[in-house]
């Protein structure tokens, strides 16, 4: 996508950004784990780095950064892998 400035429409810009890599996270774990933390979002997104609206859209399905994955798991005091989602696929030929 380019966009053209109205005063200056010889002069564009490429908004075309690579995209950051994702995490799969359980949303509902970083919940339970929040909660049984006795954190609020705004203070688990305070640990972590992030507003409290990112974990709340984390909790409900979006996914993060690896960065943020990671801050948010060590401010759970939990491994990241404890907070991955995990695949329910088995890789195995189906019958």
Not at 2 to 16: G, K, M, Q, T, V
Not at 44 to 49: I, N, V
């Amino acid at each position: 996508m380019e966009i053209y400035l109205a005063s200056s429409p010889e002069i564009s810009y490429d908004l075309h950004m690579p995209a950051i890599p994702t995490v799969p996270i359980n949303g509902d774990t970083v919940k339970a784990l929040r909660l049984a933390s006795g954190l609020s979002q705004r203070q688990l997104g305070a640990e972590a780095g992030v507003v409290q609206s990112h974990i709340s859209d984390i909790e409900n399905g979006e996914q993060p950064s690896e960065l943020v994955a990671h801050r948010i798991a060590r401010a759970l005091s939990v491994p990241v892998k404890a907070i991955l989602r995990v695949s329910t696929e088995s890789g195995g030929d189906a019958a």
